[in-house]
């Protein structure tokens, strides 16, 4: 990490280019996941094939999230570090638990047996987002929080899922957690390293290295010592290995605009620009042990993504915190500061189309695709930015 020096570029305030990037991952996000299914798209913008060697535009978004989500680490932490309290740890496990539970209960939505369960599909999961936005809204009295405990036990104990290869069990069963429960367990797990290395950025890079040991040596079998209970349950090498490293890249940017930190605009640009390429590097030599895979979460996916999503995030960095060219970024902001919301406004916006019956007017040329669909699919995606700016102004800020 660079060394600390008068600073010509303040900390303190709110990191607009972060805001920014975050709201255009999400922008990113919602676009290629209307278009996944869409005939007449280009290769890389669909999910590249399970065993394939390489990556498309939206197997980058998953390390977006993660890259971010480790950024936010140390400026929500740096106080505490010094003085871990059992009320953080409190604090710590709440938000990774609720993280893991939405993921195992989205995790299960496609095999949700409506004829099993007391409630139809679309009404159970639109009812199971009233529940999340109860619990997670920022600022939420007693009253709206026991509401939505309430309202979540009871569908935690009313789910019924059809059995498959996958599930042995026709209640909740955690299987790979879902895109929100990884993010829950890596949060948790790159939290409590932050605070054991005290934000110390020389063993935080330590630590990094360590986790892709973890899982190089877990998929090398160096793991196989543990209970088969525990790799069924969560995944050590890929979920506690690799994406832990992924969000703990993310930590050690996090770590240049610390308030105090005293860095200059230019130390934060050369120091991100030579670890993006130091990330890259290493992907590349290790690509021949396990190659780029997104589903295996190899160390080569985590160290190259990390480095493209760290590159496209110093662009933002330059242009909106240094240049201030803000005025452009408008319109990513209402979904970068309420990201959550973001995320869950698409499958929100469809289970209520599906309970009121609305024929899907907003989709005319999804059988089709080709340019029409993609502008189309952009079209929807700019309708959900709209409701989530509404979401935002009126007070539905979610924050877990």
């Known amino acids: 990490m660079p060394p600390a020096t008068v600073a010509t570029a303040t900390a303190a305030e709110r ?24 005939p007449g798209i280009a290769w890389w913008l669909e999910h590249a094939a399970p065993r394939a060697d390489g990556i498309t535009l939206p197997d980058l978004v998953f390390p977006g999230f993660l890259f971010m989500v480790g950024m936010a680490i140390p400026l929500a932490l740096q106080r505490h570090c010094s003085h871990v309290t059992p ?27 409506a004829q099993a369960a007391p409630l139809p599909h679309a009404i159970y999961f639109l009812l199971f987002y009233v529940a999340m936005m109860l619990l997670w809204r920022q600022g939420a009295g007693k009253l709206e929080l026991a509401a939505g405990g309430i309202l979540m036990l009871f569908l935690l104990a009313t789910f019924r899922g059809e059995l498959n290869s996958e599930f042995s069990s026709t209640w909740l069963q955690p299987s790979w957690w879902g895109i929100l429960g990884m993010i ?15 934000g110390s950025g020389t063993a935080l890079m330590g630590v990094f290295s360590l986790l892709l040991v973890l899982y190089m040596g877990g998929t090398a079998g160096s793991l196989d010592f543990l209970p088969a209970g525990i790799n069924a349950f ?12 992924n969000v703990l890249a993310g930590t050690l940017v996090g770590q240049l605009f610390l308030r105090g930190a005293a860095l200059s605009h230019g130390q934060r640009i050369r120091f991100m620009a030579w670890f993006a390429l130091g990330l ?9 042990y396990h190659h780029i895979n997104k589903i295996a979460a190899t160390e080569s996916y985590t160290l190259v993504c990390s480095a493209l999503v760290l590159a496209l995030f110093l662009v933002f960095y330059v242009v909106i915190d ?17 990201a959550l919301f973001a995320y869950i406004v698409p499958d929100l916006w469809q289970q209520l189309a599906a309970v009121l019956h609305l024929p899907r007017f907003w989709w005319p040329y999804w059988e089709t695709g ?3 669909g993609l502008w189309n699919a952009a079209a929807v995606t700019a309708l959900m930015l709209l409701f989530t700016a509404l979401a935002t102004r009126y007070g539905l800020k979610l924050k877990f």
Not at 184 to 198: D, H, M, N, P, V
């Open 322 to 338: 240094v240049w201030r060219w803000r005025a452009w970024a408008v319109v990513l902001l209402p979904a970068g500061t309420n």
């Open 184 to 198: 829950g367990w890596s949060y948790l797990l790159c939290s409590l390293l932050y605070l054991a290395c005290r």
């Open 280 to 288: 890259f590097a290493a992907g590349m030599l290790l690509r021949p």
């Open 234 to 245: 969560v995944n050590v090498p890929q979920v506690l290995g690799s994406t832990a490293a």
């Open 15 to 38: 990191l607009t280019s972060l805001d920014a990037f975050r709201g255009c991952v999400i922008v990113i996000m919602i676009w290629v996941n209307y278009l996944a299914g869409m």
């Open 370 to 372: 080709g340019a029409a």
């Open 87 to 113: 009320a953080l740890l409190g604090r710590l496990l709440w938000r990774s638990a609720s993280l893991m539970l939405a993921g195992v209960v989205l995790a299960n939505a496609y095999r949700y047996d």
